[in-house]
């Protein structure tokens, strides 16, 4: 199958997954379409780094996973995935995010996601069975080249579980 006709139904498959996700299950195939017309990166979480962890505790450093990001246009997306957390849990989130054009300087641009995430005790601001959905919003360092790139993502403190302020490492590849 050429690569084109790939690329095509790879760029159904996220769409019609970020659709579903968002709750717009009236578009059409050719509607939905048009909605990644900004272009499809799939994401591989690789890793995080954890800022001034309390002593004792032991984080997860390998965190396997895989996202999408359907752009809309050159400065909103939404993404969703999952991963191994760093405490060795299942996430998923899924969320919009938000790339200014004032702030892209060639390859580099700063964007900020805000959506739900799952995995992690949230005590009273959690949702779900034991409260471990919850809001999250995070600043990206994105690099993008051509069709390849990288996110580095940091993540806030989830106080509830322990969790200090983190770093996340992904690499992105453009379809």
């Not at 900020?112 to 995995?119: C, E, L, W």
């Not at 959690?126 to 995070?138: C, F, Q, S």
Request: with cysteine.
């Amino acid at each position: 199958m050429p690569f084109g006709k790939i690329k095509n139904k790879i760029r159904r498959a996220c769409v019609a997954a970020a659709v579903a996700g968002i709750g717009l299950t009236g578009a059409s195939g050719a509607q939905a379409a048009d909605w990644c017309g900004g272009g499809i990166w799939v994401d591989a979480m690789l890793g995080s780094y954890h800022i001034d962890p309390d002593p004792g505790t032991h984080f997860e450093q390998f965190n396997p996973g895989l996202g999408v990001e359907c752009w809309l246009n050159g400065q909103w997306a939404v993404t969703a995935g999952g991963f191994r957390n760093s405490l060795r849990r299942p996430s998923y989130y899924g969320g919009g995010v938000w790339a200014p054009e004032f702030v892209h300087w060639g390859f580099v641009r700063l964007a900020v996601m805000a959506g739900i995430i799952s995995g992690y005790n949230y005590g009273d601001w959690g949702l779900g069975r034991n409260h471990t959905v919850g809001p999250v919003a995070a600043p990206i360092v994105m690099l993008d080249y051509k069709r390849v790139g990288a996110n580095i993502i940091l993540i806030p403190p989830i106080p509830s579980d322990n969790l200090p302020f983190t770093i996340g490492f992904q690499v992105k590849m453009k379809f």
